[in-house]
């Protein structure tokens, strides 16, 4: 056992379902290192002082989550490549010295949960931050071709605007309502919360009957990790489709900011155990 106490910690709100400390503890536990991982519920106007407390108290890093993965940029002293190219930062590292550097781990998750599978037309629906992780990791699985499918359109239009320079897949914008075939998609991505436990658990963002249009391999990907299987879900496994949740792209992303912290890549299969257990 290694000597040295890590502390890491998260920043956002709400945070109240947040598992991040479940998968983060086993990390610490399967690297045989002594640590915390502390939730820490703060406003966009908290951010500095919470900053000062992690510098002031010694904290290797923390997550950053909804809503502060774009604001968390202007408090930065160094952010990695990838991590300018998304956009967006969801973990910081704070080096000896106290200087903070960004990383995007989101899109290495999403990317890490799909190897293997070969995606060359994809479609998305929503395009807020998770979904700008998930255009980058698409890129590096070989996408060419992605359609967004929003219920805003102008959101969707300034959300392409704001990346197609940074990326070489075809982005195109439709409206939700006019999804109603797949046969051209390899791989259909819920990136909104429809779906999630609570007031979103009954609801999907696409009719069922859609999957019926499906290519046999189609994957369809529900970022919502709790409950397991969503309304959305259920709907393609009912067609005989693959069926990807979000937890593995939880778990891979916070393998690697543990990874940034401690020069450990953890045991993901203890992870993955632990965060189901704490999701039944
Ligand atoms: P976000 O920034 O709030 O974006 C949500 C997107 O969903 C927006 O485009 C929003 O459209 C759309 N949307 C919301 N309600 C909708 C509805 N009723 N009908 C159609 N579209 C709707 O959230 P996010 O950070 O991208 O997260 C999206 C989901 O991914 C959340 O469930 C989050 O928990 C999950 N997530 C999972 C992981 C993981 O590791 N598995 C990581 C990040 C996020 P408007 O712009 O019109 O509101």
Redesign the pocket.
């Known amino acids: 056992m290694n000597n040295d106490f890590f502390k890491f910690g998260i920043i956002g709100n709400p945070l109240l379902h947040s598992i991040s400390p479940t998968i983060q503890s086993s990390a610490l536990l399967s690297a045989n290192l002594n640590g915390c991982y502390e939730k820490f519920e703060v406003s966009k106007e908290d951010i500095p002082r919470q900053i000062e407390f992690f510098k002031d108290n010694d904290f290797s890093g923390f997550n950053v989550t909804?809503p502060h993965k774009l604001e968390i940029l202007k408090y930065l002293d160094e952010i990695d490549e990838t991590a300018k190219k998304i956009g967006a930062v969801n973990t910081v590292k704070i080096t000896d010295d106290k200087k903070l550097v960004g990383y995007n781990t989101?899109i290495y998750?999403f990317y890490g949960s799909l190897k293997g599978d070969s995606i060359s037309n994809a479609s998305i629906i929503?395009?807020?931050?998770?979904?700008l992780a998930v255009v980058f990791g698409l890129e590096i699985l070989g996408c060419k071709k992605l359609d967004i499918y929003?219920?805003?359109t102008e959101?969707a239009q300034l959300f392409v605007k704001n990346i197609k320079l940074k990326t070489k897949i075809q982005l195109i914008v439709k409206p939700?309502e006019t999804l109603d075939n797949l046969e051209n998609t390899d791989i259909l991505i819920n990136?909104?919360?429809?779906g999630?436990k609570g007031i979103n658990e009954d609801k999907s963002?696409v009719d069922g009957n859609i999957f019926a249009s499906a290519q046999k391999s189609m994957i369809v990907y529900d970022?919502?990790?709790n409950p397991s299987e969503t309304i959305f879900l259920k709907a393609g496994k009912n067609c005989g489709l693959k069926t990807t949740n979000?937890l593995d792209?939880?778990i891979l992303?916070g393998a690697k900011a543990f990874e940034i912290w401690t020069g450990i890549y953890p045991n993901v299969e203890k992870m993955k155990i632990a965060a189901t257990n704490e999701l039944i």
């Open positions: 909804i989101d998750g929503g395009c807020g931050g998770a979904a929003a219920r805003n959101k939700l990136a909104t919360p429809l999630t963002p970022l919502v990790y979000g792209m939880l992303q």
